[in-house]
């Protein structure tokens, strides 16, 4: 990067970093043009910590999603480095680092330091909510007055964003997924490319663009999208748009109606304490409202949540408060891409899955037989129920697996 390129964005420092140094705005140095070190530290400034990563409020455009600084992570093994809250004890300096990173987040500004057990990044749902805005938010009977007010105590505590955070790791991820599902290699390849491009742009943390996956029924979407919650040590919000009566799950329920409540999305976030979980909403297609005066196709209340911009800001229409969304991992199931609406499909990557010939059916058959210690004679069999169309779905391998190994279990008689 030079002077001259006028449109390139240059990365401010955060307000308190201005403040120390005035002169530390300049992206580049007079010799070298080389982009000036947010790590080292400066003479003078007895304050300053190397590991505590300046955040720019500036860097929220779509395609800059992450404004968490990158750290220099050194050799870290790719068994988890983002579990740092199973540990139980901390070097004081890391304990000195959360504490600052806590005291200093804000909305929309989520805060990252180096630790000795990897990147910890941390976020604010909403904006730090007064107690007399909260009297005023909270109305109705006693009961539901506490009830208000304990979510909008819980919803101004900071959250972690987790999960894989180095290449390494991500890839880890990619491979184990495919072994055990190789039909899905194209949601997995645009899931690592994604999740990658977000370390890129400075995530210390597991994220990756909005994605449907298309494909017939029984092919084990579902079992994909838990094993991936699995894998990355994400928490998974799970939605079923076959069940759905209204969107309050998505959007929360205005405290007008006696069945409102906080959305199924705010509730698993304050559960978890994570700030990017593993969103599935299954059967996507399926999604119905009954309610009066609802629009015709309901999945488009999914849009504010797809859009980077948008998902910053999102009402909560249970507690009136906006909520900081923007890191949620969405996976979208469905069976029949038309039954999607444009919109949607617009804002996310779509991955088509074809059926399964009877040759694919196969091979997993043989790979379940050989995983599961069964008989090996059972594998021709399950071939040739798959040659003549008998199994069409590993929906229906699955069971003749489970009742071929239900009789392996079973006791013998006297």
């Not at 530290?41 to 500036?58: H, M, V």
């Not at 008989?375 to 590993?394: M, W, Y």
Request: proline share 7%; with cysteine; charged share 25%.
């Amino acid at each position: 990067m030079t002077k001259n390129a006028k449109n390139e964005k240059t990365t401010p420092l955060d307000d308190e970093t201005q403040a120390d140094n005035p002169d530390a705005s300049a992206d580049t140095d007079r010799e070298g043009g080389s982009k000036r070190s947010l790590f080292k530290p400066r003479p003078g400034d007895d304050d300053f910590d190397p590991l505590d990563l300046a955040n720019d409020p500036e860097d929220m455009e779509q395609e800059e999603l992450h404004p968490s600084a990158r750290a220099d992570q050194g050799d870290e093994e790719a068994t988890g480095p983002w579990r740092w809250h199973h540990t139980y004890s901390f070097p004081i300096g890391d304990v000195d680092r959360q504490d600052r990173a806590l005291g200093l987040v804000q909305m929309g500004k989520p805060r990252s330091v180096q630790l000795t057990t990897g990147p910890f990044t941390v976020m604010r749902l909403t904006d730090q909510l007064t107690a007399e805005a909260m009297k005023k938010g909270a109305v109705g009977d006693a009961a539901e007055y506490q009830e208000k007010l304990r979510l909008q105590l819980d919803a101004d505590k900071p959250v972690m964003l987790e999960g894989p955070c180095t290449e390494h790791a991500i890839d880890e991820v990619a491979s184990q997924l495919y072994a055990g599902a190789p039909m899905f290699g194209a949601f997995l390849q645009a899931m690592r490319h994604s999740a990658s491009l977000s370390l890129a742009h400075g995530a210390n943390y597991f994220h990756f663009r909005p994605t449907i996956i298309v494909s017939p029924p029984g092919m084990g979407k579902s079992t994909l999208a838990q094993n991936l919650a699995n894998a990355t040590g994400l928490p998974l919000i799970y939605l079923d748009g076959s069940t759905m009566m209204t969107t309050v799950d998505i959007t929360g329920g205005d405290a007008v109606f006696r069945t409102s409540r906080p959305s199924a999305l705010f509730s698993g976030i304050i559960q978890h304490g994570v700030g990017n979980p593993l969103v599935v909403f299954d059967e996507v297609d399926k999604l119905a409202d009954m309610t009066k005066g609802a629009r015709e196709n309901p999945a488009e209340s999914l849009l504010p949540f797809l859009e980077p911009r948008t998902a910053a800001r999102i009402r909560e229409h249970f507690l009136q408060i906006d909520l900081d969304l923007r890191f949620l991992n969405w996976v979208l199931l469905a069976n029949d891409l038309d039954k999607i609406p444009r919109t949607v499909r617009d804002r996310c990557k779509v991955i088509q899955i074809p059926p399964l010939t009877p040759k694919d059916l196969a091979a997993v058959a043989e790979a379940e037989v050989h995983r599961r210690h069964l008989e090996p004679e059972l594998i021709d069999e399950l071939a040739r129920a798959c040659a003549k169309g008998q199994i069409k779905s590993l929906r229906k391998l699955h069971k003749a697996l489970d009742a071929a190994e239900a009789i392996l279990r079973r006791p013998r008689l006297h």
